[in-house]
């Protein structure tokens, strides 16, 4: 069973640095084809995909999101770290990761999800 479990602050400064991790258990993140992806939901919207990284390494980004978005990954760890630079109140939500076969921006396409957590940028 693939379990997947995010780590980091709930707190950010407007301005500062995000630093997510997802720790995969259960499986592992270079294994083919898998795509280990970070979703978001703010506040009373919808689920945002974020980005991506592949089993090979490969990185993908939303368009909206791409100039403040970089996906690395430590495979001596299994975990993928989501770094979003300048945040504003509006990137507050709950950020989830997610697994795929192929890459995929739609929720009902991933098999396996994080409980999530809840990110709020405020000063």
């Known amino acids: 069973q693939v379990q997947l479990q995010e780590s980091g602050p709930g707190l950010v400064k407007p301005s500062q640095t995000l630093f997510l991790t997802c720790t995969v258990s259960?499986?592992?993140?270079?294994?083919?084809?898998?795509?280990w992806s970070w979703i978001r939901q703010p506040p009373g919207k919808g689920l945002e995909w974020v980005g991506a990284?592949?089993?090979?390494?490969?990185?993908y980004y939303s368009p909206s999101l791409k100039s403040r978005t970089s996906i690395s990954r430590d495979t001596s760890k299994n975990q993928f770290t989501l770094q979003l630079n300048s945040v504003t109140p509006g990137d507050t939500a709950v950020y989830y990761c997610?697994?795929?076969?192929?890459?995929?921006?739609?929720?009902?396409?991933?098999?396996?999800w994080g409980q999530g957590t809840q990110v709020t940028v405020s000063s």
């Open positions: 259960g499986g592992s993140i270079t294994t083919n084809y898998y795509y």
């Open positions: 990284i592949a089993y090979s390494g490969s990185t």
């Open positions: 997610a697994r795929s076969v192929g890459l995929v921006v739609t929720s009902d396409e991933y098999d396996y």
